[in-house]
């Protein structure tokens, strides 16, 4: 007889969440994600609403990923009104987006993800011994919330970008100072791909029916925004269809629904992205994705976390090429003015740790429909599937060693769990 | 206080974690962590316990489930002083935004006939279940709040409440008015300052973040009659004050009386 193992609310990740595992006489009888976190129904309370208004709302959702909330918002919100940004602001919001990607990879990494390889609680007591990894991690972090914050006001729930563009832009000193920081941050980033490089990934979680999904870049570059998702089953369809492809339902046990693709759990994220479009990336990235292509496992979730690290040194090398263009084109007009129609709007990004898909429906400047699909909420019904094959290694183990390692394959995943409680219209 | 640290806590209700996000970016956090020691704080801490004591509870997130009652309960029984964090725990949160709807129907556009086994509330902010000692306004709060709260705590002081709009750190930034230049339904009049006009300064209109100031001063009806003159319906005003206010009791009837006096 075994104790059942109940993780009340897993540490170091964003939202409240929690692991069960209940057995039975021949070993792992069921394995659930609780998410405990309450509803906040996002799509219900916008539907009437005036469009702008909705627009500073919806990012709210998730303060990890805001910038990737607003920005898919924003795009679909475009799309529905029959809007098409400039080129130079679509890449300032690329270059927005990626602060986000790099601030929260440097957190998951480092913060989150880091303490339980070194054997510690917090990342607060790894201080004395692993002084250069916290400062590399802060380092890391400023510079992608300095981009957020010059571009877009604030690194948490940026009001300054919306429909037509941007309030205000940075000064052209501000993109230099971030050029420079961004030249300093780069070997930073290395570093931090050869540290992951050496940690260990679970092989007890290798499953070689994971399917990922992720955004066919739009300019033919590894990057955010696209008009179609490629599934690595060889599969493309139009972001406009996500619905017909991606099918969520109501589990008992959680606020947040599951996600099925052709009734099979999927992947989203940093490794769907890399196993996916590791064809596109240029510089750095490319010559560390051939060195290190053996750990970019696409059947293991573990091999999230150093795909993340690989796309540290990408985007801080794209965000840096941004920068070289936008001051080619210097000076550049912050806002067009858009003009508010019916219509309804899709827009599919990636967020930092996968697939956030937004429609919304836009009737005399207020929202008829909202429909939000986050990547947590993606990633739950596979994310729950490796959880179990965990526990069905060891459950035999000390259930202290069980709630670490069940806990440890939850947060390869980058879950944002307040994101995931989203709510969706059926 | 043990070993003379001082014993603190962070708790999440419901919430998109941001308030807690913005604690742990500061780069101030390890020194003044230096001096404390954390009981619970699941967002960074894995050996984290909600039942112990401790001398400061941060609490963000409102209160959206039956558990969450009980949880803020057993923090208030186990704290010295607690805060109130962000917009979600002092205000109810964006979620409240919904509380012109019923719960149910919220539920029914969500989760059509689907269930759960937990019990979902409308959105409340923690006031209406415990005694609140001091609050962080904003969505998040500033990093200077924190640093500014905390740092009086820990030398034995209190902090002061801000009594004062947005639109004071706007004039004196020089900005020009995006109310009464660009026509624009700026809520700036009577919002807690604190974030340096941060909006305004990009050119956008306040969205009232922080909230509406306290002490019965929130002009409400003056910027609704600000607003009705610009041409916006009563519906429109209240819609745009609920989004951080909708808990705020004054508020309808503060605006409707300027409806009532121009009919």
Same mark, same amino acid.
């Given at each position: ?36 976190e ?12 005036k469009?702008e208004?909705?627009?500073a709302?919806?990012?709210r959702i ?41 601030e ?9 993800? $880091? @303490? ?8 607060? /007591?790894? *201080?004395d011994k +692993? #002084? ?14 300095k ?17 037509g ?20 941050? $780069? @070997?930073?980033?290395?570093y931090?791909?050869?540290?992951? /490089?050496? *940690?260990e990934? +679970? #092989? ?67 490794i ?6 590791a ?47 936008t ?52 990633n ?11 526990a ?24 944002c ?10 | ?54 001398d ?12 969450e ?25 964006v ?7 019923e ?43 924190f ?117």
């Amino acid at each position: 007889m075994y104790i059942p193992i109940t993780v009340d609310h897993i540490a170091r990740v964003e939202g409240k969440g929690g692991i069960e595992i209940v057995m039975g006489d021949e070993g792992v009888k069921e394995v659930k994600l609780n998410i405990i976190e309450g509803p906040r129904f996002f799509e219900a309370i916008t539907i009437g609403k005036k469009l702008e208004e909705a627009l500073a709302v919806y990012p709210r959702i998730c303060s990890f990923c805001s910038a990737a909330h607003k920005l898919t918002a924003v795009e679909a919100a475009e799309k529905a009104v029959g809007f098409t940004p400039r080129e130079e602001i679509q890449d300032l919001r690329d270059l927005l987006y990626i602060g986000d990607m790099i601030e929260s990879h440097a957190l998951h990494l480092y913060l989150l993800v $880091l @303490p339980d390889y070194l054997g510690y609680s917090n990342p607060l /007591s790894m *201080l004395d011994k +692993y #002084k250069k990894e916290i400062e590399y991690a802060m380092a890391l972090k400023n510079i992608g919330a300095k981009i957020m914050d010059y571009l877009a006001s604030r690194p948490i729930h940026q009001e300054n970008a919306i429909m037509g563009g941007f309030g205000k832009l940075p000064t052209k000193a501000q993109f230099e100072e971030l050029k420079r920081e961004l030249k300093e941050a $780069l @070997p930073m980033a290395e570093y931090t791909v050869e540290l992951f /490089s050496k *940690l260990e990934q +679970y #092989k007890e979680v290798e499953d070689k029916e994971m399917i990922h999904m992720a955004v066919k870049p739009r300019n033919g570059v590894y990057g955010i925004f696209g008009d179609y998702i490629k599934v690595s089953d060889g599969f493309e369809f139009p972001v406009e269809d996500y619905q017909k492809h991606i099918v969520e339902r109501v589990v008992e046990h959680s606020f947040a629904k599951h996600s099925f693709y052709k009734d099979k759990p999927f992947m989203v994220g940093a490794i769907s992205r890399i196993v996916n479009n590791a064809d596109l990336l240029y510089g750095r990235a490319k010559e560390l994705y051939a060195q290190y292509k053996d750990l970019l496992r696409y059947d293991n979730c573990f091999a999230n976390n150093f795909a993340q690290a690989l796309e540290l040194v990408y985007f801080i090398e794209r965000a840096i090429d941004i920068i070289d263009d936008t001051l080619a084109k210097w000076p550049i007009r912050p806002r067009d003015e858009v003009e508010i129609r019916d219509g309804r709007g899709v827009s599919i990004t990636e967020a930092p740790r996968g697939l956030v898909a937004y429609t919304i429906e836009v009737k005399d400047g207020r929202v008829a429909y909202a429909d939000i699909i986050t990547p947590t909420a993606m990633n739950l019904a596979i994310m729950e599937r490796h959880v179990r094959m965990m526990a069905e290694k060891h459950y035999q183990d000390d259930p202290e060693r069980l709630k670490y390692l069940t806990e440890m394959t939850v947060r390869a995943y980058d879950p944002c769990i307040s994101c995931s409680v989203h709510v969706v219209k059926l | 206080m043990e070993n003379g640290k001082v014993r603190v806590g962070f708790y999440a209700l419901t919430s998109c974690y941001g308030c807690q996000l913005q604690f742990a970016m500061m780069d101030e956090i390890i020194q003044l962590l230096d001096k404390a020691n954390i009981e619970c704080w699941f967002m960074v801490e894995r050996d984290s316990d909600e039942d112990r004591e401790v001398d400061i509870a941060f609490i963000e997130g409102s209160i959206s489930t039956e558990e969450e009652v009980e949880l803020v309960k057993k923090i208030r029984e186990k704290a010295k002083i607690v805060i109130a964090v962000g917009s979600c725990a002092v205000h109810g949160g964006v979620q409240s935004w919904g509380n012109d709807k019923e719960l149910e129907e919220l539920w029914k556009t969500v989760y059509g006939d689907g269930k759960v086994k937990f019990e979902p509330r409308m959105a409340e902010p923690v006031e209406k279940y415990i005694k609140v000692d001091y609050r962080l306004y904003g969505c998040p709060p500033e990093k200077k709040d924190f640093l500014y709260a905390l740092g009086t705590f820990l030398i034995g002081s209190w902090p002061e409440d801000i009594d004062y709009p947005v639109c004071v750190e706007c004039r004196l930034k020089g900005n020009s008015c995006i109310l009464i230049e660009k026509g624009e339904p700026c809520l700036g009049p009577l919002t807690v300052a604190g974030c340096d006009a941060r909006c305004p300064s990009y050119n956008i209109a306040c969205i009232g973040c922080r909230g509406a100031i306290g002490y019965d001063v929130a002009w409400f009806d003056s910027l609704a009659k600000t607003f009705k003159e610009k041409g916006l319906t009563k519906e429109e005003i209240l819609e745009r004050m609920r989004i951080f206010n909708a808990h705020n009791p004054k508020l309808e009837e503060m605006v409707n009386k300027i409806f009532e006096e121009g009919e």
